[in-house]
């Protein structure tokens, strides 16, 4: 049975056996994570609808640039659950191992949604399909909040 998150105007499922950090919603920033047992991440933030989907998957990259020498990135575009997605995939070392992280930006009528997902590369192979299920939990929720507007 998934546990659900329900807060903040977001709602979706991740496996109960992945950890919620709600620090960054109780701060003030209104974004939360979950993190799978061998520490990769899915994570959500909330931003003005005015926020540009693009500039905001331009910073997020910027600031991992900052962060992560050498790391390459790749634009993409995809659609997910009916939504039209931009972002970028990642790829940086941390601690001697590979990295992979994707960044995807979205605008809905309440506001603008940043999803971030990351881990080391082969948890983040193995968790591709929990990743993508999260999303789509996400996202098939924003799709029947604008359906009732």
């Known amino acids: 049975m998934p546990a659900v998150f329900d807060k ?18 109780l701060s003030g920033s209104r974004s939360v994570t979950v993190y799978s047992p061998g520490g990769a991440f899915w994570s959500v933030g909330i931003h003005p609808r005015s926020t540009d989907p693009s500039r905001l998957a331009q910073a997020a990259v ?6 992560y020498e050498g790391m390459e990135s790749e634009e993409t575009r995809e659609t997910i659950a009916g939504w039209d997605l931009v972002g970028y995939d990642l790829n940086f070392f941390y601690l001697d191992l590979t990295n992979t992280a994707k960044v ?7 506001a603008t949604y940043s999803i971030f997902y990351q881990g080391e590369d082969r948890e983040f192979e193995a968790l591709g399909r929990v990743f993508e299920a999260i999303t789509v939990s996400f996202l098939s929720t924003l799709k029947h909040l604008r359906w009732r507007d």
């Open 8 to 25: 903040m105007g977001i709602h979706f499922q991740y496996p109960e056996n992945w950890t919620l950090d709600e620090q960054d919603a």
């Open 104 to 110: 995807r930006c979205v605008r809905a009528d309440q």
């Open 62 to 67: 910027k600031a991992m640039c900052d962060e």
